[in-house]
């Protein structure tokens, strides 16, 4: 057998311990991943009563570029989104009903408080750990109060959630369009199940 330059051993190697990392830890690492570090950790559609609500929790931490941003005063908008669709073998799915969430993280110098702004609502928080864990997770989100005459088991939930980066000031937009730090997103589908 002819040796290896150092080189491709190295080369060879890494890709080992990769695909070993990938098959020990399943699906669930390779999509965290793919999305800069964030995965869904809960998704559950119930439709009852009050309507089809919408229980979720994301997991990410920011990358240093995005923190630095947030301490120099400048505010990051996250947003989730739900669309509730009917499922039909003869056309194309229908949607019944969106709902929308947007949540502006900024940080206030004067006072050292992280401020969190959610449907004309601001609260403040003394570490940015606290307001992350706010946007980070939601329960019982009501994004439909009636799906008409659709049946629940024929339903399902086009779920995201991201760092829209499209909020931020105009110049501060060139040149973030290639820039994994900014790509914080996560899409799931999940079906709707009857409450209990």
């Given at each position: 057998?002819?040796?290896?330059?150092?080189?491709?051993?190295?080369l060879?190697?890494?890709?080992?311990?990769?695909?070993?990392?990938?098959?020990?830890?399943?699906?669930?690492?390779?999509?965290?991943?793919?999305?800069?570090?964030a995965?869904?950790?809960?998704?559950?559609?119930?439709?009852?009563?009050?309507?089809?609500?919408?229980?979720y929790?994301?997991?990410?931490?920011?990358h240093?570029?995005?923190?630095?941003?947030?301490s120099?005063?400048i505010?990051?908008?996250?947003?989730?989104?739900?669309?509730?669709?009917e499922?039909?073998?003869?056309?194309?799915?229908?949607?019944?009903?969106?709902?929308?969430?947007?949540?502006?993280?900024?940080?206030?110098?004067?006072?050292?408080?992280?401020?969190?702004?959610?449907?004309?609502?601001?609260?403040?928080?003394?570490?940015?750990?606290?307001?992350?864990?706010?946007?980070?997770?939601?329960?019982?989100?009501?994004?439909?109060?009636?799906?008409?005459?659709?049946?629940?088991?024929?339903?399902?939930?086009?779920?995201?959630?991201?760092?829209?980066?499209?909020?931020?000031?105009?110049?501060?937009?060139?040149?973030?369009?290639?820039?994994a730090?900014?790509?914080?997103?996560?899409?799931?589908?999940?079906?709707?199940?009857?409450?209990?």
């Amino acid at each position: 057998m002819p040796l290896m330059r150092r080189r491709d051993l190295l080369l060879r190697s890494t890709s080992a311990l990769w695909t070993a990392a990938l098959a020990t830890t399943g699906s669930a690492a390779w999509a965290a991943w793919a999305n800069n570090g964030a995965e869904l950790a809960r998704l559950l559609a119930q439709y009852g009563d009050e309507g089809l609500t919408l229980s979720y929790e994301v997991r990410f931490d920011l990358h240093r570029d995005v923190e630095q941003m947030l301490s120099k005063g400048i505010a990051v908008v996250f947003v989730a989104r739900a669309e509730v669709y009917e499922k039909r073998w003869y056309w194309t799915d229908r949607r019944i009903a969106s709902a929308t969430r947007r949540w502006r993280l900024a940080y206030q110098p004067l006072t050292r408080q992280w401020r969190l702004n959610f449907d004309g609502f601001s609260r403040p928080y003394s570490r940015l750990s606290e307001a992350l864990e706010v946007l980070r997770q939601g329960s019982q989100w009501l994004i439909a109060e009636k799906l008409g005459d659709a049946d629940p088991a024929d339903c399902y939930v086009d779920f995201s959630f991201q760092l829209d980066a499209s909020e931020l000031p105009r110049p501060l937009q060139i040149g973030l369009g290639g820039q994994a730090d900014w790509a914080l997103q996560i899409e799931r589908r999940v079906g709707v199940s009857a409450a209990r």
